[in-house]
């Protein structure tokens, strides 16, 4: 094997040499060659931007680590392999990296065998097989794929909230969002999130919520109110509940498990288990819900806004890649409290690092009793819901009647 990727290798090498203007058709990376000397020419001549032979032979005369003289000349000298082989034997060289890097993946998880490495290597292994050494026309593909949405048969992906006012304005969710549901601290964002969780549920989507911040029996019990109306203290003390109470909760969970709900509370939580259930075979787009951003962790020892601007982008990045829906809760800064107004702002969410910019959707959750402590104990509360950002529809603010003893959202 090592001689057959010595041999492809230097050919490819040796028609860059012998026909300079390949290179506008390279399309291997050098970090693909094993041989150093060939890695080290590749990108030397990558930075030049061309092949210029008087250049090469001068590099070579001037650099001990460079490509010699001699070698440059036999590989000048050997045959051309023809255009259409020049694009085979990349094909090739792609190839055998991929196999020599695979091995080493496996090599290193005999090595060090946890379910963390195994995330790892399976990650690592699914960006390999996704390399390809051929520039697709993006253009005539995004073409092809809208030609195809135009006459389709099928249904529109776009996914309903439930919540008549919001999808007038919104539209609905599009696969491959990351919608971010910011607000202050007890302000109702887990609850309209559960509320919006459920609203999707019964529609037939494979939804999930990962609870970072409270344990999935409480993330349960929230749940159970919302669907029966039953008050949430109520159903937490259980002792209290009446017989009516207790079968109505006992359909309710067993409509739960029959919708496929996935409910998980690891305090641990990072992108590759939003990956590993975004990757998940589904016949509709997944909905994955997180709460919340700041809490998840991450494998950066840099300061907490990089680390939090990193699992943005890799939320946005999973999304893109699964075609999976993705609402993560996030709390605003600090700085709303120190104003007149106290409804929240678009730069607001600038403390939470790159999610303001990742985001394709931002709703930003405020309600006045929250700080008139005089109408806090009042069950109905006014919940202003803006839609501060949106990359394909309108903005603006819905306002909600939320019932915080049972949990329930209405428009």
Request: net charge negative; no cysteine.
């Amino acid at each position: 094997m090592l001689n057959e990727q010595y041999e492809i290798e230097s050919t490819v090498i040796a028609s860059l040499l012998k026909k300079p203007e390949l290179l506008e058709k390279l399309r291997v990376k050098p970090y693909m060659f094993q041989n150093e000397y060939f890695k080290t020419f590749l990108n030397y001549v990558l930075e030049q931007g061309k092949i210029d032979l008087n250049e090469i032979y001068l590099k070579s005369a001037k650099d001990k680590t460079f490509l010699s003289n001699e070698v440059i000349g036999k590989l000048y000298q050997s045959d051309f392999i023809g255009y259409g082989f020049f694009e085979r034997y990349q094909q090739d060289l792609l190839k055998y990296f991929q196999i020599i890097k695979a091995n080493q993946l496996a090599d290193e998880f005999k090595v060090e065998g946890t379910t963390e490495s195994l995330n790892v290597m399976v990650e690592e292994l699914k960006e390999l097989s996704n390399i390809t050494s051929k520039k697709e026309n993006g253009t005539q593909k995004f073409v092809n794929d809208f030609v195809e949405m135009l006459y389709s048969d099928e249904p529109s992906r776009t996914i309903s909230t439930k919540f008549p006012l919001m999808d007038h304005k919104i539209g609905g969710f599009e696969p491959s969002q990351l919608i971010v549901i910011a607000a202050r601290p007890s302000m109702g964002k887990t609850g309209f999130a559960l509320n919006m969780l459920w609203n999707i549920a019964k529609q037939g989507y494979e939804t999930s919520f990962f609870s970072i911040e409270t344990t999935g029996v409480n993330v349960l019990q929230r749940l159970l109110a919302t669907i029966t109306g039953i008050p949430l203290k109520k159903i937490m003390g259980i002792k209290d509940l009446t017989p009516e109470e207790l079968t109505s909760l006992t359909n309710a969970m067993d409509k739960i498990l029959k919708t496929g709900i996935n409910i998980s509370e690891e305090s641990s939580t990072t992108t590759q288990d939003i990956r590993s259930q975004a990757m998940k075979p589904s016949d509709k787009p997944q909905i994955i819900f997180i709460d919340y951003l700041q809490l998840m962790s991450t494998d950066t020892n840099t300061d907490r806004r990089v680390a939090v601007e990193k699992l943005s982008r890799d939320l946005k990045i999973i999304a893109n890649e699964t075609g999976a829906v993705i609402v993560v809760l996030s709390q605003l800064s600090r700085a709303v409290e120190s104003r007149n107004d106290k409804r929240p702002m678009l730069s607001d969410m600038k403390e939470s690092g790159g999610i303001e910019a990742d985001a394709s959707m931002a709703m930003l959750l405020y309600r006045d009793d929250y700080y008139e402590q005089e109408n806090e104990d009042n069950d109905k509360s006014i919940v202003e819901v803006n839609i501060a950002k949106n990359k394909d529809g309108e903005t603006g603010v819905i306002k909600f009647d939320y019932f915080k003893t049972t949990q329930r959202f209405f428009t």
